[in-house]
């Protein structure tokens, strides 16, 4: 059974950094991309980026790019979202989500909630 | 503001059939597939249609997708109470060279 188990909810201050992380099992970790989706509280799904673990290519939407960085690390089948300062705009659920292919998510994980006030 | 438009929301009474439209332009649905995903609230969302028009296992006949141009469309029959939820298309967008999903809609079941 594929499954996407991600890192536990987190409450943190403004400027402060933070990695969140989602493994994979039950596949390939390498054959397929994995990426990240946003949703702000009570608003709709936002597609941040995804990361090919074979070979680390990324791709960010442009409304990311900068803003975050997605890594993986194959040896442990696991990717991370990362922010250096965060902001209180950043609060959200974070889910992780593996493509099938471009612009197809066939597996999610249970959501992150990263929580940011003073 | 999401790249792919969808209407807030759809009501119909259980047994019913709904439909639900997501526009776009050519650089995302006019050329790419399109999927359809349900959320219920609190919980993570799941592939409802993929490739436009097909179901992954375990998903009914219930419901089902199509693509015409710059649009498509979920469809769901037989309306049921547990079919409540948020729905979203996703596709890709060769322009943006990253993936886009639509405003949601939320479904209710009379």
């Known amino acids: 059974e594929v499954q996407l188990v991600q890192s536990g909810a987190e409450v943190k201050k403004p400027g402060e950094s933070l990695k969140i992380s989602c493994k994979g099992s039950g596949y390939s970790f390498t054959n397929y991309w994995i990426g990240w989706v946003r949703q702000m509280p009570g608003k709709g799904l936002e597609w941040m980026g995804i990361i090919y673990p074979g070979n680390s290519d990324t791709r960010y939407s442009p409304s990311f790019q900068g803003q975050v960085t997605i890594s993986a690390d194959r040896s442990i089948s696991t990717a991370y979202l990362q922010w250096s300062s965060l902001k209180a705009s950043d609060t959200a659920i974070y889910y992780c989500a593996r493509h099938a292919n471009y612009g197809l998510v066939d597996c999610w994980g249970q959501g992150a909630l990263v929580t940011v006030s003073a | ?110």
Not at chain 2, 79 to 96: F, K
Request: hydrophobic letters at 30%; one cysteine or more.
């Open chain 2, 1 to 110: 503001q999401s790249v792919l438009t969808q209407p807030p929301s759809v009501s119909a009474a259980p047994g019913q059939k709904v439909t639900i439209s997501c526009s776009g332009n050519s650089s995302n649905i006019g050329n790419n597939y399109v999927a359809w995903y349900k959320q219920v609230p609190g919980t993570a969302p799941k592939l409802l249609i993929y490739d436009n028009d097909k179901r992954p296992s375990g998903i009914p006949d219930r419901f089902s997708g199509s693509k015409s141009g710059t649009s498509a469309t979920l469809g769901i029959t037989g309306l049921q109470t547990g079919d409540e939820a948020d729905y979203y298309c996703g596709t890709w967008d060769s322009s943006l060279s990253a993936g886009v999903f639509g405003g949601g809609t939320k479904m209710t079941v009379l």
